[in-house]
């Protein structure tokens, strides 16, 4: 697989199961239907930048299915934007992706994965400066 970065995402944010907030990580949702992304697309933490309203934010970005805490099999990406607060739901939004970080995995409870999600974040910031 060859992924060719910058790609940009594009979708309508919607309500996921909001477990990012419980751990101080929200987080905007896109689901990815085009078929044709989706084949080239590598699961895992992406370095990111998120326009909304066309303005550009500095963000994380997991793609892929949760396989942690999500059974549907459904693909989404999932951003966590730094410096922003406001509801966006229901709001298009663009999503693209700078540098792949790492791949996505399941993770044994949902305090280990919030351990890594920390860490995703600390290693973004570190990205973005």
Known sequence: MDLKLPLTLKGKVTHGNKLGSTVDIPTANIPIEDKEVLQDLQYG??????????????????????????????????????????DIYEKNIEVTLLKFSRPERKFSSFEELSFQMKQDLENAKAYHK
């Open 45 to 86: 933490v992406y370095f990111s930048e998120v326009f909304i309203d066309g303005k550009p934010y500095k963000a994380v970005t997991n793609v892929g299915i949760k396989p942690t805490v999500n059974n549907t099999g459904s693909v989404n990406a999932e951003s966590f934007i730094f410096d922003f607060t406001g």
